[in-house]
């Protein structure tokens, strides 16, 4: 696909170019743009399944024990994605109730649901519990308690998880580090915490501990520090063995990371998987050990690839030394760059194949001077009425959204074998303000 051909590992694997004009999914970006409008984000389902297959197969190469991929709903998540999720055969990991509830209407099997998060309300555990959820993932000492209580008044045993924070650290923005010993999640190793919940968790008559649960962040390139904390979490389970504990279950998280521009390298999931596969193995054989089944959770790279959102050009706009390529969208469909200083590239869909010869900027809407998507960029030269393209928008982002500057949150398109699926609507101005009630007449003066 000429100039479109560097960004192959950020687009979604159907993308090509015909007659100047990007497809996905066998679908003309152009006129779904023209028919459905902008911002517009679509799901390339063959991208979502190739990433699957590639878990998979590197988990059936590597582990030699059962394993399970378990989605982690948070990257994006609504029905379709739930129907999805099931019909693969994933696993889930929700870390609320309303997560919890999108899938269980959706007819998500609710044994294959993980309960995480680091502050459950009373309710949603009782939803949880309701519900019948695989595993609860415990994550601090009053949430053992609540959990215990519940469940004593219901009369069950819940089947449970311990999150520990494992004290390791990774290379990722700090804002989505998760397993160092300061962090907000889990039960630190340190002072032999971990130790004393999970005793805890063993003597109670309500709760099963099956597994241990960690999570070092998101946007991981190494897998090392994975590798490493399957073995701290196996070191634990050792430990307390002498309690009649065994360690059924064994999840290292999720966190691997997606290239976002056409500079960053491909990260392939299998040379993570084997290392994680392996020091489990080594660990294990090290305790005499079985084998555990492995749980990994990965949420952006099972999506980010596969979505692509599309935003209209407004106007094109030169201040000072800068050129702005003004669009319809960002700050309130995407935080992630003003959140994280996140990197993006852009395709102009309408053109594809023409030289890029202009540096840009290609800025949003929203009355933020952060709400700048792309802080520089080369592009052929753009005009109002262009449709910009940008690749790996299938995480984080309307999951993230927002209604800031009482912006509409966009819609979304599932895109399988050349047709198009609404699975959000655009919001409507109604929606706006249908949470909103008026004050009684008086109150206002
Ligand atoms: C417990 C847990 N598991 C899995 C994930 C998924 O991470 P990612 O989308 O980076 O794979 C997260 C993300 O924060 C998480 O907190």
């Not at 309500?206 to 649960?213: F, I, N, P, S, T």
């Not at 392939?268 to 392996?278: C, G, K, R, T």
């Not at 102009?348 to 929203?366: F, I, K, L, Q, S």
Request: with cysteine; hydrophobic share 45%; glycine share 10%.
């Amino acid at each position: 696909m000429s100039n479109t051909s560097r960004l192959h590992h950020v687009l979604p694997i159907t993308a090509t170019g015909v007659d100047g004009r990007l497809y996905i999914g066998g679908c003309d970006l152009v006129a779904l743009a023209d028919r459905f409008g902008t911002p517009l984000y679509v799901y390339d389902v063959a991208t979502m399944n190739d990433a699957v297959s590639r878990y998979e197969a590197a988990l059936e190469a590597h582990y030699p024990g059962s394993w399970e991929i378990t989605y982690a709903a948070k990257a994006f998540w609504c029905t379709a994605m739930a129907q999805w999720a099931s019909t693969r055969g994933l696993g889930l990991d929700v870390v609320s109730g309303g997560e919890l509830f999108i899938g269980t209407q959706a007819g998500f099997p609710p044994q294959r649901i993980h309960f995480h998060g680091n502050n459950k309300a009373d309710a949603e555990l009782a939803m949880a519990l309701e519900v019948g959820v695989g595993r609860v993932v415990l994550d601090h000492e009053a949430e053992v308690d609540r959990l215990e209580r519940l469940a004593a008044a219901r009369g069950e045993e819940v089947t449970v998880w311990l999150r520990v924070a494992p004290g390791i650290d990774v290379h990722t923005h700090d804002y989505v580090v998760t397993g160092r010993a300061d962090t907000k999640f889990g039960v630190p190793l340190a002072e032999d915490t971990a130790m004393r919940v999970a005793r805890r968790i063993l003597r109670s008559p309500h709760l099963r501990l099956v597994g241990l649960h960690a999570h070092l962040g998101s946007q991981l390139f190494e897998a090392m520090p994975v590798a490493r904390a399957a073995q701290v979490l196996i070191d634990l389970a050792a430990a307390l063995r002498d309690l009649g504990f065994v360690l059924h279950e064994l999840s290292p998280g999720g966190g691997w990371g997606v290239p976002y521009t056409p500079e960053m390298s491909p990260a392939p999931v299998e040379p993570y998987v084997a290392a994680v596969s392996q020091a489990t193995v080594v660990a294990c054989q090290r305790h005499g050990m079985e084998i555990p089944r492995l749980v990994l959770e990965p949420g952006r790279s099972l999506v980010a690839r596969a979505g692509v959102a599309l935003y209209r050009v407004g106007g094109v706009k030169h201040q000072s030394d800068r050129t702005f390529v003004l669009i319809d969208g960002g700050l309130a469909d995407n935080p992630r760059p003003a959140l994280y200083g996140a990197k993006y590239t852009a395709v102009v869909a309408n053109r594809v194949g023409d030289p890029a010869t202009e540096v840009v900027a290609v800025a949003g809407p929203y009355c933020e001077s952060g709400d700048v998507l792309i802080q520089e960029i080369s592009l052929p030269p753009v005009r109002p009425g262009d449709l910009l393209a940008v690749p790996v928008s299938g995480a984080y982002h309307l999951s993230m959204a927002s209604n800031y500057n009482a912006a509409r949150r966009p819609a979304a398109l599932w895109l399988v074998d050349g047709d198009a699926h609404v699975i959000q609507e655009r919001e409507s101005l109604e929606d706006l303000i249908r949470r909103d009630r008026p004050l009684p007449d008086g109150v206002t003066r």
